[in-house]
């Protein structure tokens, strides 16, 4: 009986000490995947922005202001910058394009020059310098701004959580 018992618990001994190197090893395995935020590159993600952008440039077109709005990440972290004033909120942006965006009869051109997508997980930093061409009924206005667009992304993909525009001082985009 002594060497069934002796047996059993040696037995059972090497079990457990398996089983933790297993562990072990998974946790390893599981520590070595790291992710570095600032350099690694994410393309599924860019993409994904890239594919939000382009939505909004559609939506511009279509003069669907709801549409444009529902791209907006809207609550009380959210930031504009524009025209050199005072940092405004959403409430204050969904106004303004609204206002602006609504009233526009044609979009000429939209182009978006020397644009850099920056994802660092769920967050995207746009920028880029536009070339506008925007018409409000005969009236032909050029937006060349420095942009930045920061995204956040939800449950109902990437939204805007941040804008900010810049005048170029120089006009050669």
């Not at 009380?76 to 004033?85: A, D, I, L, M, Q």
């Not at 937006?143 to 667009?149: A, C, F, G």
Request: aromatic share 8%; charged share 30%.
């Amino acid at each position: 009986m002594n060497i069934k018992l002796n047996f059993a618990l040696l037995m059972t001994l090497g079990m457990l000490m398996v089983g933790c190197k297993q562990e072990d090893e998974k946790k390893e395995e599981i520590e070595e995947v790291k992710i570095d935020l600032i350099n690694d590159e994410f393309p599924e993600a860019e993409q994904e922005v890239m594919a939000t952008y382009n939505t909004i440039a559609q939506i511009l077109k279509e003069g669907d202001m709801d549409k444009l709005i529902a791209l907006h990440a809207y609550s009380p972290k959210f930031t504009e910058f524009k025209n050199g004033e005072l940092r405004n909120d959403g409430e204050a942006n969904e106004a303004y394009e609204r206002k602006v965006f609504s009233t526009v009869t044609e979009v000429v051109k939209f182009d978006s020059k020397d644009m850099k997508i920056a994802v660092y997980g769920d967050v995207a930093n746009v920028t880029f310098h536009s070339d506008f061409h925007l018409k409000f009924g005969d009236d032909l206005i050029i937006v060349n701004d420095q942009i930045t667009l920061l995204f956040v992304k939800t449950a109902d993909g990437w939204k805007i959580v941040h804008e900010h525009h810049s005048p170029l001082k120089s006009q050669d985009i």
